[in-house]
Each structure stands twice: as structure tokens, then as C-alpha cells.
């Protein structure tokens, strides 16, 4: 547990990351905002990879069942991604890894359902370095990029394996074009919907023809598996014409060619919706919803001008946040803790403000479903939706529940914290030194008076370690549990 | 007749089955007690569900032409009459148990229920289906105005929301609970004994300080309170032991605890339950034995039939009312990964004790032709012939008591449509 005074810096890392460590507070609070925006973006400075962290003392706990086996086993890869959540010393490269996976909202059920469970796992999260047919799983291709430019990353997901089976762009033929792809990227990955006719759709859906996959390598070494081919025979190579320019000279129509050269329709699609206004403001939008403020309408000042760096920029995702987390808005007073926090932004938080040594990551995953989050299997590809949905009565008392279980892992660790802090001599000390270190948005008067009045139920303080040990824990859990604490 | 009477109070009113047939006096006099209030359980197919696959059109010969490897034989559709247009009309294999509940009469099936101009979009459609207003996506939704409009303050399980996030037909200003699982819903707390009682009561009334003037805070005490307001009359839903066993379907397990909710006469009013996988743009098998559009049937069937049972054995059935529905329906001719894309108008179905059951509006003709008016977009899709609105206004004004054109902002009622 930490202390810090550091409001700023608290407010940078809840948003641009999963909350702060101890030590992410020292490195941190020795900078100026600038500074930090400028570390947290650039994050390739860190060389550390956290990956070799897992599984030594002083970490998170992962549970192993025989092997830790991250790229093929979903529940391993969703350990390793919570630990790289909680241990990360690029926590932006984390945090835009899970604006990603929301944007480009994958379910790992229906991969799985498809091609088997561990080739789930496989083209959700392989890293390429691990798999033997050099599988780059699509959260991995999602980190990689997770500041590049937009339209890579536009081109990479039309192309990674478990997109083409998540919708369906495996199966898109020339005879009997398929819209499902076609119609998402336009509706959920770029200019949202509105900014597209029917007829747009058919022709996205005929622009795709042929995207589909192959199958290489060999079973005898591991290395056979799928990966993205352009199968001319199965393009369609007429003319596809749209309601919205394709081409910078305003053009709409991207020309027919032969099959041979018609991937080139893909491309060109995918360049036209990269540049389109309507993506540029469609990403602006969200990016206010996930990263300043949900309160309110989305602020229009801070969507034409993230919009306009996005275009300038031509669509390079580190100068657009760069902007954003030095924008305004941000550090405006209002958009403290003025963000409903997502189940894994709690969890991750509760641990790194409450502790971790002797918790596993794997005794979140059942509680994150309880919240509404299984990481790798959003609702559906528009993703977990932002706003107040999280806190149904069941995920609120999943949430409280989750702060209890953490509270009992934690007593001992939590007791000590306490005893090195010199805070168990009153409930008063005891009440404002946990309040502190678990960093809500601020608590009313009546609900510190309710703390107070928890402190003081049972029986006469103390300050023994038995009281302090169900004390500390109880509060801890109230505190993490509150209405207050589930805001960043 | 005064002999019975006393038995009533006596035994309580519960303790009797009241059916259909019962004189008027009886039932009322049980809703007086609180024994029984009518029930309704809104029930959405996620992913838009294939309507031509569930309700087929088996004489239609482009249903065929066009479906080559999708369409249901029609030796092996579940025949069920024909509808107002003479089409004859067979349920798909797998809903033998729908076909028992429709031949006691007790099935509804609303053919071409849909909208002008209809979203393709899962995401924009189930906002609309939701707010029951085409033109706004983002108002409260339909159920959730119902629940604002009843005398206040309402009992806090007024609504049960069987999924863990709010569905939008829900939303409103009453908080609706989401109760996944009964027995998952308790309280746990680091301590035992008199500290956990300590926790639980601090716990109370720290959700007790609403504070006023931050609604997003607000809203978030607001669950917090309701949650720990219900736990323990939910603990007693968790305690149902049913006398048939429930399929272990995402559906089936939550119609249980409808059912346990129902029997346990806690107070709600209106249910939601909801089973996915509908959106089939590839590997339909709407055929195959475990295929893809097979199982889906296979699990609205069993989940159904078995709610049917349990409550016709509790005699909750009376009093109950359930009504489908999914974003869209799909496109009639199927595409190059035998699957079907987005398409338009659909089916809904309604099951209930006083469900006047049949087939309502007609089928569409599938031929390709620009003339056709029960197509639209190039014949691509089937339009809509019953507003889904006048639907929803139905259920609000003879089943909820409510009024359909206040709660709907317009008056969507259409003569005929007494499907209940």
C-alpha cells in the first residue's frame, strides 16, 4: 500500500493505465505532466519485458493446471493479460490494448467453436515468438500497434485469423458475397452508424471477396495452422461504387480490375474509411467516452480537434494520444473520477492500491464475469458499451464481493501496512490512512461517519492485531466496495 | 359458495389452482391477496433470429429456390394450419414442444412484425426494438416506462433482469436488478459473526446516503442499495425446487428462477430472459441434428416447454404472459457460407395461460419480383406487414393495464391483433 499525494499523477495513471503501484508512483510523481504524457506514449523506452515477470516472487500469482500456457489455453492467456495489467511498466501499451480489443470486439467462443479450443486461445493471443507456426494471436498484433497508425491496424484485423472466422470473412465468395465484415467496418470500426447506405454494404461485402484464409505448415511439428490469403478466384471484380469518397480526388467508385490485382480493392477501401471525417470523429468520440469523461454529452471542442490531429497525422494513433492526455478536458476538474471503472480497471486497481503478494490473477476471472467482463469474449462485436450499464445489483454486489475476497487474501499484508504506517492506534488513524491508500473519489461526510461508526461496532479499541486484522480488512473491503471507489 | 369461502381464507388462496375456467370472483380475489399478479416475460433473441427458418413457408417454391441448402424439407416441418392468407405454415422440426403448446392454443405466432425502413444494424436494432420508437434509439426503453409510470414507490423486484448488464428495454428510471443466478446473490464479507453483521449493516447505510446533486454517483448508491434491499428475498427464489428439471441452458436455468420468483410471489412484474447465437451468416445447419440454427431451436424449445410445464403444475400459467423478440430477421436468400445476412421483418411469438393462440398477419410470398409488396429491398428481405409497436401495444393495454398510447407516444393498437 501507498501513500501519495499526487492527484495528478493518480488521475493520469487510472486513465492512461490501471491505476498505480507504489513504484509507479515514485517514477511517476518525479515528473511533470508533460514528462509523463511523454513517457507513458513513447513507451518502447521500456525495455523490460513483463511477460518474464510471471511466475517470479514478488509478483501477482498466476494458477497453473501442469503447464502456464497462455497460447493455448484462453484462461492462461487472460492470467497473463491481467498480470501484464497490474505489472506492466508500459501501462499505456495495456490500456490501448484494451480500447482495441473493445473497438475491434472479438469473441473468443465462436473461434473456438470453429476451429477447436486451443486454436482459440492461438489466434486470440498467441505470441508469434511462442507459437511454432509463428501464430501472432490477435491481442498481440492489437499491443504491437497499439500506437501505430490507424489504418495498419485497419489493414492488420481484416487480415487476422480470428476476424476472418469472427465474422465470417473466411466464407466471403464471389458467387454469394458475405456482408457480415462489411458491414461492421463501416457501422463499429470507422465511421459509425448513419454514414453508410445498404447499398454501401453489399458493396464492402464485394470489396472482401476472396479475403479469406489458408491453411500452412504441418501437424507433425505443431506449425500447421491458418492465416490470411487473398484468393483471387473467389474475388468479384466488377466496380464497387459507395455513398462517400474512396480516394482523395473525391472518387467513389473503386474501378473494377482483374482478379489477380483486385485485393487492391481492400486497400483502397481500407485507406478511403481511414481518412474519412466520419471515422476521425467516430474515434475522437470514443476515445473521449474511454479516456476523459462519460459524464455528459461527448465534448464537441475535444472531438473536431482530436480529429483534425488525427487527419493531420494521418491517422498515427501516438500523436492523437499524446493530445488527448495533455488535452484540457482532461485535466479539467470536472473529469476527476468522472469514468464509470470497467470490471478489469477495478480489479487491477483494487490490487495495486490494496496488494497482490499471495493473490492469483485466476481468482479474478469468475468475479470479472460476475462484474460483466470475460476479457477475449466482449457481449458482441460492438463491444462492452460505456455509461452505467456496468452497475446492474447483481455486478455491484459482484464488485463488493470481489473487494471481500481481496480484503481476506490481503488481511495480513494489509494489517502489517497498517502497523509500519503507525495507524492503528485510533480508528481515526486507521480510517484515514486506509481511505488514502485506496484513492476513491472523495467520500462524503455521512459516509466517513459510517466507516467511523463500523470502526467503533464491536467492542473497544485496541489497536491488538486480531482487531486490526478483521478492522483493517473489513474497512478495506467498505472502502474498494463503495460507491465512490468504482469511479476513476 | 360461503363454505368455500371460508376454506379460502382458511387454506389461503394460493393453495388453489385457478384456471381459466374459474369464476371471475376467484382470481380476482387472489390478486387481492397478492397471490397472483399477471406476469410478463419479455424474452430477446440475440443476433436476429432466421423467422423463415422458425415459422416455414413450405409450399412457397422460392423459399426453396432460394435456400437451397437452408430450407427445411416440407415433409419435415411440424404443420400447423394455414394463416389468413391461405399459406400453409409448419414450425421447424425441432419445436415439438411449441407445436404441444400451440395445439392447447396457447402459442402465438405474429408473422412480418418489423418496421419502415428497418435497421440492419444488431446494435442500432435492439436499441429501436427496445425504445419502441424508430425515430430515437437512446430513450428509455418500453418496459422501463412501463415500470416509471406505476404508483410510487415501487417494490424494489418490481423487475428481474436475468442477464448481468441492463438490457435497454429496461432501462428507465426504476432500477431493475440483475439477478443471473438466486443463489449467486449474497454478500460476502473478510470477517465472520459479529464483524460480518458489522460490515453488512455499515454496508446498508452507506448506500443509504444517496448523494443528490451527482446523478452518476447516485446511480451507482442506487444499485448498491437495491442490491443489498433484495438479497435476502431473492435467498428465498434460490430455495425453488422445481418438480421437473429445467434444461442447463443459459435460457432454461433462467426461466427457473422466473418460475422460483413467480412461486415464491416476491412482487415482480416483469421479467427479461434472452438467449443468443442468432446472428447465423455462416454454417446455419438449420437442418443437421446439432447444427447451428438446429440447437437454437432445440434450446428455445426445452426451455420453453419446460417453463410451460412447471408453471401449468404451479397454476402460474393463467397469469403469465411471454413475448419474443430479436432485432431483425434475415435475408431470404442464403449466401455463399450457407448462412443468411441481415435482413428485415420477423416473427414474434407469445405463450401464455390467456395467449389466444394461432397464426397472426400472413407469410410473406418470396417470389423475386419488384411488384411484390410483401418484400422489400429488391426482394432481398420480407417487409413488414404488422408494426411491431401495435404488438407491444397490445401486451401493454390487455395484458399490463397500462395505456399503449401514452407509454408508446402514439396509438399503434390494430384491430385483430388479440393475441391475448
New interface residues.
Partial sequence: MAITADRQIEHLLRRAGFGARPDELDTYGAMSIPQAVDALVNYERVTTDVDTLIGRPGYVNVTTRGQFSPQTTIVDSRQRWLFRMVHTDRPLQEKMALFWHNHFATGYNKIAGALGATEGARYMAAKATEDPGHVRGQIEMLRENALGNFRDILLNIAKDTAMLVW??GR??????????FG?EIM??FTVG?GNYT?PD?YAAARVFTGWNLQQLGNAADGSRHFEFFYNANQHETSAKTFSFAIYPDGSRTIPARSAADGMQDGIDFINGLAAHPNTARYLAAKLYRFFVN??GAVNVTFVNRIANVYLQNHYDMRAVMREVLLSPELWDDGAYF?R?SWPVEFGIRALKDIGWTGFSVNDMLTPL????MVLFEP????GW?FG??????????AR??FA??L??NQ?FNVATAVRTANAAGSPEALLAYLSTALAS?PL?T??RG??D??LR??GAWTGSDTQIQ??A??L???VA????Y??Q | MNVTRRQFVKGGVAAFTVTFAAPEFLSDLARAQGAHTRNFVVLYLGGGNDALSMLVPYNDPFYYSRRPTLAVPAGQVLQIGRDSSNVPLGLHPRLTGLRTIFDAGRLALIQRTGYENQSRSHFFGTDIWSTADPNNSQEFGWLGRYLDALPQPVNPLVGWNTTSALPHVLSGQTAVPAIASPSGYSFASPNSGAEATAERNAALRIASHVPVDRPELAFVYGSAQEALATLDRVATVATYAPTLTYPNTGLGQALRAVAGAMVRGIGTRVFYVTTGGFDTHAGQQVNATNGAYYNLMATLNDALLAFYNDLRAQGLFEDTLVLSFSEFGRRISENGSQGTDHGAASVMIAMGGRVNGGIYGTAPNLRIDPSNPTLENASGDVHWETDFRSVYAQVIDAWLGANSAQLLNGNFRKPGLTFV
Fill in positions: 465474422l465470417d466464407n466471403n465468395t464471389r458467387a454469394l458475397p458475405q456482408e457480415n458491414r457501422e463499429l452508424v445498404e454494404v462519460e459524464f468522472a464509470y464475469a460476475n462484474m460483466g457481449p458482441d462485436v460492438a458499451r452505467g450499464q456496468w452497475f446492474s445489483t447483481s455486478a455491484m454486489l463488493l464481493n471481500a475476497q480484503a481476506a488481511r473519489a462524503s455521512a459516509v459510517e466507516l461508526a463500523y461496532a464491536t478483521s478492522k480488512a473489513g478495506v473491503h467498505l466496495g463503495s460507491p465512490e468504482q469511479f
